[in-house]
């Protein structure tokens, strides 16, 4: 069935108090997609940012962003006064950005205040929360509470004791059961730590996140909208989950990275890119049925109706470097589980073929098409690396598509629709300019119109069009520079005021490309 969607960020919604989140205006923006016959609002990963700021670096694979939970809706429930929240400076003087800064030492005093008011412990929803989560709840809160009586620093940095889990009981649970924590807890953190209120305080940050992101979704489902979530293959080297879980990666006896993942030198990076990331010990998952990935995708298939796996080909082959190299170019590529991880995840009958997207973007071998083809999940295509003048046969100019795809103009790494034209080739305008008929005359709104139609008219059953390229924003709306580090992610809309013929017209070429809900 022919579909159609908007990209856009929940960090990108207008908010009074920093970054969108949760809010009223979420549902606003559930609305506009109702009313323009949309059926997918797509985001980026809802973990909790760390260094840098991406959301392809979470603190956990499991967990939820505390600055997405709605600072409204606890003022509502009597945890916050208003006064509380409008008194802080949260970057509000450019509501076109995100202030990370600000936002951290704002936010997080206004959610301890919450939480200890709140008896949410009481709540019989917290306990099933509780319940349902606890199998990386406990270990997220734990890790968390160390790394903030640390100043932050990455749990490699902890000492050995806490960095290699050499504790029998933790603080909190230890107590309610009559029992002394521990020395290693004494030994090895600053005097007259607790970590038992940071522990509370994480499980009532990670209760509330859930809950509102629940009424989000239901609130969005019920309007015939589906949420397309996105998470990457893998997981932050400065996680709950490397931490808590080592056997799940490459670690030596130290518990400490053997190598590290990247991609190789290419034609835009001679030394590659070094991402850092743990690399899983596939033989491990294959031991144990793949019983730690079964469940982060069932997880994610609760949070999202469906789920995009960013970096696909890591499941085919993995460029694996050695821990400690200074660059990507001396890794080499090692093989991936492949079908046989597809299979153990297929015994959940949410998984299905329409319930998966694999990003299989940029240089594909044979075995990543196969192993693609095999899965039946549906593969991506993006308007922007169609017109290489050099390339034509690449397999991303419309007429080459296939149904099982979903097509973009442009992702959160890209450059905007309006910019990335602007900044083409000669020769590779020129290629543009045929394919679509454009003349000198021709306007730059024209131009982003005739690439979205350019989109809708494919085969590809889905077409998700990032929000920036239906407003013709310039280069000052671009989510990601890929292997960048300062001023990504912080792009926001300053409200949701769209022109009611621009909502019009995605109504119409969304009708008539056949792409409506309706039909």
């Not at 929940?10 to 009223?24: A, D, R, T």
């Not at 442009?410 to 300019?433: F, I, K, M, V």
């Not at 021709?442 to 407003?471: G, H, K, W």
């Not at 621009?502 to 409506?516: E, K, M």
Request: hydrophobic share 35%; net charge negative; with cysteine.
């Amino acid at each position: 069935m022919r579909s159609a969607g908007i990209l856009l960020p929940v960090s990108s919604l207008p908010s009074l108090y920093g970054i969108g989140s949760f809010s009223e205006s979420a549902r606003r923006f559930v609305d506009l997609l109702e009313r323009s016959d949309q059926s997918f609002w797509q985001i980026l990963p809802l973990g909790p940012t760390g260094y840098g700021d991406s959301p392809y670096q979470a603190f956990s694979a499991f967990a939820g962003n505390p600055y997405y939970i709605d600072l409204d809706a606890l003022i509502e429930e009597g945890l916050l006064e208003r006064s509380e929240a409008e008194c802080i400076d949260f970057g509000q003087g450019n509501p076109e950005r995100v202030d990370y800064l600000k936002l951290y030492r704002g936010r997080f005093p206004l959610l301890r205040k919450a939480c200890e008011r709140s008896r949410f412990e009481e709540e019989e929803a917290y306990r099933q929360f509780y319940r349902d989560n606890a199998f990386w709840l406990d270990d997220y809160a734990l890790f968390m509470a160390i790394k903030d009586s640390l100043g932050g620093v990455s749990w490699y940095e902890w000492p050995d004791p806490l960095r290699l889990r050499q504790f029998d009981s933790v603080p909190g649970k230890a107590r309610q059961q009559g029992a002394k924590d521990p020395a290693v807890w004494k030994d090895n953190l600053p005097a007259h730590t607790d970590l038992s209120g940071d522990i509370r305080f994480y499980c009532f940050v990670q209760y509330q996140f859930m809950k509102q992101w629940m009424d989000l979704k239901a609130y969005a489902n019920s309007r015939g909208i589906r949420i397309i979530g996105d998470i990457p293959v893998y997981v932050s080297a400065d996680s709950s989950d490397a931490w808590a879980c080592g056997e799940l990666f490459q670690f030596n006896e130290d518990h400490r990275p053997d190598a590290v993942a990247g991609c190789p030198p290419d034609a835009f990076s001679v030394d590659g890119q070094l991402w850092g990331n743990p690399l899983y010990d596939w033989a491990y998952h294959e031991k144990t049925q793949f019983s730690w990935w079964k469940k982060r995708i069932a997880h994610c298939l609760k949070l999202y109706d469906v789920v995009r796996i960013d970096h696909f080909r890591g499941f085919d082959e993995y460029y694996s470097i050695p821990a400690g190299a200074a660059t990507a170019a001396g890794g080499h590529w090692e093989k991936g589980p492949g079908m046989r991880l597809f299979r153990a995840l297929k015994e959940n009958p949410a998984v299905t073929k329409e319930s998966i997207i694999a990003e299989d973007l940029g240089f594909l071998t044979p075995s990543v098409m196969e192993l693609v083809r095999e899965t039946g999940f549906a593969g991506m295509k993006v308007i922007e690396f169609a017109f290489d003048s050099r390339d034509t046969g690449n397999g991303y100019l419309p007429h080459s598509y296939i149904p099982n795809t979903v097509v973009y103009t442009g992702t959160h790494d890209n450059q905007t629709l309006r910019a990335w034209y602007g900044e083409l080739a000669p020769s590779d305008r020129r290629l543009a300019d045929d394919y679509l008929g454009f003349t000198p005359e021709t306007t730059p709104q024209e131009r982003n119109r005739a690439f979205i139609r350019l989109a809708m008219e494919s085969v590809s059953d889905t077409c998700v069009i990032p929000v920036q390229d239906y407003l013709a924003l310039g280069s000052e709306a671009r989510m990601n520079h890929p292997a960048t580090m300062n001023g990504n992610w912080t792009w926001r809309l300053t409200d949701l005021s769209i022109d009611e013929d621009l909502i019009r017209w995605i109504r119409r070429i969304t009708q008539i490309t056949g792409r409506s809900r309706q039909t």
